[in-house]
């Protein structure tokens, strides 16, 4: 009995003993063993064998201990070279995500993963991985691939015979005469057929057709008509429109209560205010018409939709001159000519007969060095370069070459150009999947 009591103290004392060994060899051999699967794998891929290859390194990736990158990169390699079969892209892609998301994810990784999705023609996917990476690690090269590419664009192939700027995520078309709506990247909104349309505003834009003056919603449906004699008007914003009668302008809400003031010509509403004339002279009034800036001058410099004011700003002309008033006041220099601000950008100003652009607090910040230019819309300004137009970023540089007749202001990632087909809408890339700045 003892002798046997003696012989299971010792068998357990061995698989005691045994298991240890087994808990510490495992531990420690995990990193031994990655590398045992890479070797192997190497040896594969040496002899052009690389299907056989990809489970070892899947199996060496999936541990995780000292060689799991190694593991990882090899296998990558092995992905692309194998991208004719199965599904060996979405393992690349895959394994790029996965790396990507971690915290110690370098730049490297997502340098990799733009510079794939570039070649391949994915423009979006690589600006989604480059604004990923730029907000995680903060890399100078990852931006400067950015701004390389941030600015590539793709034609709508929709076109009309005219379109107007942009206004909010609608914008003025027009064709065979009569106007509509489309939507910011060109598609239709409203049909073609009145004679005028205004933006579209407060879930309506105003019409005229057959001499009537109405107001219609998103479903081109008839939600208010105006009962009066007015035979025009401008656009709507802020709910206000301009409204012309014989003696003048005169300003309308959207359900066509019209106010008993009358100017000589009026502007659209911006930010709460627009300009009007009276007496021969143009200044800025608030919404309960009061003058910001008292009607004294020869002109309020408008855009084409008739709106003045942005960023507290707005640019008066007096004679051959143009004045910059922020808040009111005067600042700034003098100026030839000007376009007015947009929100949150620089507006285009004429000096020496050429075109730069200024903040708003008169200081340059582009050269005056082109033949014509907008205000920046968004963070791009369109510029003319002998007889075509393009775009500037911020900095300066041409990152849309000058191929356009005519164009107009970014807005929302959508811009109007005029090409050999018409009107129609670029748009940048990097807003295709709303992913844009």
Known sequence: ??????????????????????????????????LILIDQAAALVADDIYILAVPLLEEAAGYNAAYTFKAEEALKDLYLKLTNKGDFISKYTGLLDKQMNRKDAGPEIFEEAAIYYLDESKITNALEVLKAGIAKTGDAGLIALYENNRYAFETIKTSYDYIAAIFGPTVQVQTDGLWGLARADGTSLIACEYENISTFSYDRAIVKKNGEIYAVDSNNDRIAKLHGEAMDFGNYADNCIPLIFDGGWRLSTGDFTVGVKVFQQLGMYSGGYAAAKTNGKWGVIDLAMKWLIPPEYDGIIQDELGRCYAQNAVFARQGGSVYLFVEGKQVGHVYEDARPFQNGGWAAVKRNGKWGFIDTAGNETVDFVFDDALSFGQHLAAVKIDELWGYISVSGQVVIEPIFMEVKSFSGGNAPVLTERGWQIIRLLEYKKKVGL
Do not use: D, F, N, P
Not at 2 to 28: D, E, N, P, Q
């Open 1 to 34: 009995m003892r002798s046997y009591t003696r012989i299971l103290i010792g068998a357990g004392c061995v698989l005691l003993l045994l298991i240890s060994w087994i808990i510490v060899i495992s531990s420690k051999s995990t990193a031994e063993k990655q």
